[in-house]
């Protein structure tokens, strides 16, 4: 008696990928649109990051007038509930701002906590510096604090969730500026991120 061995049968599956395959390779426009796709999607993204840093900046800005507004309350006596919600508010308010004895720690703060937020979510830091900006007291005895931090961009979705991390920080951080650089020979997103610190009064 002869037995035979019977060849396998290509499943649906694998001849569905093949067909893909060779309708990709012959397809020009198919190739094209699947692309344009892609930079469509990736220009939404780009621009909610934008939308989410211009939603930052103008939470932080309006906190800063909110405090202005309070202080004089806090001399007011004949208002003394009024006065004693408005030290309340203040304290919650100026929790907001960094406190450091200098602005030397400031800066190694700030650079620390960056550095821990780029970690946490798994993007590498190519640059880390701070910016020269105007150190003039504000109304609220605080300073400014400018650093940019440029972040590899080939996880997308971390960079996302950087950005998150940034605007739920305490104390508060705001991304004035977004960049993202793909065609870069090393991909990368570049920001600019402002902190307002007070100085600490040192120990006698």
Avoid: H
């Avoid at 395959?21 to 934008?50: F, P, S």
């Avoid at 997308?156 to 940034?166: F, K, P, Y």
């Amino acid at each position: 008696m002869k037995f035979t061995v019977a060849k396998p049968v290509p499943s649906a599956l694998t001849e569905g990928l093949a067909n893909a395959r060779r309708e990709w390779q012959a397809n020009v426009r198919l190739r094209w649109g699947v692309r344009l796709i892609i930079a469509t999607i990736w220009v939404w993204l780009a621009l909610v990051a934008q939308d989410w840093a211009t939603a930052w900046r103008a939470e932080t800005e309006e906190t800063r007038s909110q405090l202005q507004r309070l202080k004089p309350l806090l001399s007011e006596k004949a208002w003394p509930q009024r006065a004693e919600d408005a030290r309340t508010q203040l304290k919650e308010t100026q929790a907001l701002l960094w406190a450091a004895g200098s602005q030397g720690q400031a800066e190694a703060m700030l650079q620390d906590r960056l550095r821990e937020l780029c970690g946490k979510a798994g993007l590498t830091v190519r640059e880390l510096v701070i910016i020269a900006t105007d150190s003039k007291l504000t109304v609220d005895d605080a300073r400014p604090l400018r650093v940019r931090l440029a972040v590899d961009m080939n996880n997308r979705l971390a960079l996302m969730g950087l950005l998150s991390e940034i605007g739920m920080a305490s104390p508060s951080m705001v991304v004035d500026t977004l960049r993202l650089r793909p065609q870069a020979p090393q991909p990368r997103a570049e920001l600019e991120i402002r902190v307002m610190y007070r100085e600490q009064a040192k120990a006698p």
